[in-house]
T-cell receptor, first 115, second 113 residues
Framework: DTAVSQTPKYLVTQMGNDKSIKCEQN?????MYWYKQDSKKFLKIMFS???????INETVPNRFSPKSPDKAHLNLHINSLELGDSAVYFC??????????????FGPGTRLTVL | AQSVTQLGSHVSVSEGALVLLRCNYS??????LFWYVQYPNQGLQLLLKYTSAATLVKGINGFEAEFKKSETSFHLTKPSAHMSDAAEYFCAVSAGSARQLTFGSGTQLTVLP
């Protein structure tokens, strides 16, 4: 049983395109997150959603927009893709609403390459 | 503000040898500390976490870590390395009203036969 799943696993696209990454969790968790992992493996949080409401938004360009149709899904839309957006994007979820002390469960990641 | 420093971006050990991965944290309030492991082409998986209970925390796969407030450290150890331990290891901290989990830069563990 896959707890946190992401699609697609790999995404190769041209600069200027718009793309989406989907995330679903079947753990019944209240909070979901998006992280960006750069080429040096540095992991930084982008967004967090608590029961469909945005509760954190780090200094991420507004070309990135999270969309949560329901508690089990948190999709990431990226407009006007740039070379610097190339990275691995991880979705994660945790049980307790807004508690960053709670264990987070990560998806397998989506490797985005912008040409 | 909270931060984590992982000393050594690459660590190599022989199979059967002691594994020691270093993590130092900075926090103005009592922290929660985590170790996550990332196997190649996979997401992160929790190894163990410290939540202000026992200072010696035991995790999965034989790993453990000790919280030392005086040294602001949370080093990860395993008595005997196995080939399957080869992975990237991340230390992370969450404290007070920071409202986020801050990760270190990771340590790549290589296990030599």
């Amino acid at each position: 049983d896959t707890a946190v799943s992401q699609t697609p696993k790999y995404l190769v696209t041209q600069m200027g395109n718009d793309k989406s990454i989907k995330c679903e969790q079947n753990l019944g968790h209240d909070t979901m997150y998006w992280y960006k992992q750069d080429s040096k493996k540095f992991l930084k949080i982008m967004f967090s959603y608590n029961n469909k409401e945005l509760i954190i938004n780090e200094t991420v360009p507004n070309r990135f927009s999270p969309k949560s149709p329901d508690k089990a899904h948190l999709n990431l839309h990226i407009n006007s893709l740039e070379l610097g957006d190339s990275a691995v994007y991880f979705c994660a979820s945790s049980q307790v609403a807004g508690a960053f002390t709670d264990t987070q469960y990560f998806g397998p990641g989506t490797r985005l390459t912008v040409l | 503000a909270q931060s984590v420093t992982q000393l050594g971006s690459h660590v190599s050990v022989s199979e059967g040898a002691l594994v020691l991965l270093r993590c130092n944290y900075s926090s103005s309030v009592p922290p929660y500390l985590f170790w996550y492991v990332q196997y190649p082409n996979q997401g992160l998986q929790l190894l163990l976490k410290y939540t202000s209970a026992a200072t010696l925390v035991k995790g999965i796969n034989g790993f453990e870590a000790e919280f030392k407030k005086s040294e602001t450290s949370f080093h990860l150890t395993k008595p005997s390395a196995h080939m399957s331990d080869a992975a990237e290891y991340f230390c992370a901290v969450s404290a007070g009203s920071a409202r986020q989990l801050t990760f270190g830069s990771g340590t790549q563990l290589t296990v030599l036969p």
